[in-house]
């Protein structure tokens, strides 16, 4: 049986009828007439034969709750390409939705004076190593001083960053791809005039693909980063995966975490935003399987099971709801084998002795 957080309705609803019954019953009238003072007389209870229970033995077994909450997918990366130059947009050279390879083009700009750029860099550069050379024969002769080395130096080294940049602006007319992507949109039309910075396109990396979700605060505690994971897509299609983040910010409307995780996506078919199941499998422990007509409640409201112990007494024992169904109940925080009591466990209480007879 798996556990499913979802079912917290469920159990607050088991609690709630137990909480009717109890009122109802007035089972605990004892413990009020304790609580009162009432010293009226009272008839010695050894004096009684043992109370008539039925039991059930049941022994722990190796329960693997998890977690499991609606989430969606999202691309693993994603990015706004943006203009690093001023130009007029010349070519788009793919359509939305196509996946595109790192480093290929994707929108070609006007070159305009560009290339003349270069060019004129270029000169200014061959210029400034001539006078550079000339500075620094003068100056080992002691016919110039240190200051015009210097100086000559120094337009050197500016001929040459304006000649890389100018480099660099002629390479920008084509915008290129960072990585594999796909074209989720254009910002652009062929003819559109661009400053410096301008949006061109968005493209989103959906190898690998994630599947995000949010946990609650006490589920966060105990999930790791790198703990293997499930996802449910819509189609009923189950892929294995990994938790790669937890965010360490909580949600300031819900108190929830999110939480990412990694599947493969190879064929691309998985698309963004799509919803999808995260179940994180928690760590096993013993547990019981318990009809949920078989639980009490205490005076305080604690909830739990009355049981017999190995001499014939009624103990209560408080338990951990752990998941369930319509029929039964998954507890924990019990030893490792018990016996239940399932008929007359309303008419007994802690401490009182009792003949059993086990259920087949």
């Not at 997918?73 to 990015?79: D, G």
């Not at 007319?173 to 062929?190: G, H, M, R």
């Not at 049981?307 to 338990?319: A, E, H, I, K, Q």
């Amino acid at each position: 049986m798996k556990l499913k957080f979802s079912s917290s309705v469920f159990i607050a609803a088991t609690i709630l009828a137990l909480a009717a019954i109890w009122l109802l019953s007035g089972q605990f009238s004892s413990d009020a007439k304790k609580s009162s003072g009432f010293t009226g007389n009272v008839e010695d209870k050894t004096s009684l034969a043992p109370t008539k229970v039925r039991v059930l033995n049941s022994s722990a077994f190796s329960y693997k709750p998890e977690i499991q909450v609606t989430g969606e997918t999202q691309a693993s990366r994603e990015i706004v390409l943006r203009t690093q130059i001023a130009g007029k947009v010349k070519q788009i050279n793919s359509n939305k939705g196509t996946l595109i390879s790192a480093g290929k083009s994707i929108i070609k700009l006007e070159k305009e004076d560009y290339p003349d750029k270069v060019k004129e860099a270029e000169a200014r550069v061959r210029q400034r190593e001539l006078e550079f050379a000339a500075a620094k024969k003068l100056t080992k002769k002691g016919f110039r001083s240190e200051t015009k080395y210097a100086e000559s130096l120094a337009n050197l080294q500016q001929a040459r960053a304006m000649q890389k940049k100018s480099r660099q602006n002629l390479i920008n007319t084509d915008i290129l791809s960072p990585f594999e992507a796909i074209i989720s949109d254009y910002y652009v039309e062929k003819g559109d005039v661009l400053k410096k910075g301008d949006p061109v396109a968005h493209m989103i990396d959906l190898e690998p693909v994630l599947i995000k979700a949010f946990i609650s605060e006490k589920h966060r505690l105990v999930i790791k980063p790198g703990a293997i994971a499930y996802g449910i897509l819509m189609n009923g299609t189950k892929r294995t995966g990994k938790i790669r983040y937890i965010s360490p910010i909580a949600e300031k409307n819900t108190r929830t975490f999110k939480v990412e995780m990694e599947i493969t996506n190879e064929d691309k078919k998985i698309a963004q935003g799509i919803t999808a199941e995260l179940i994180i499998p928690l760590p096993s422990q013993p547990a019981h399987r318990i009809s949920a007509a078989l639980f009490s409640l205490t005076s305080n409201g604690e909830l739990g099971i009355k049981v017999v112990d190995g001499n014939d007494f009624v103990d209560f024992l408080p338990v951990k709801i752990l998941g369930g169904s319509d029929k039964e109940v998954v507890v924990g925080g019990l030893p490792q084998t018990l016996r239940v009591i399932t008929v007359g466990q309303g008419f007994v209480q802690s401490g009182d002795k009792v003949q059993t007879f086990t259920e087949n």
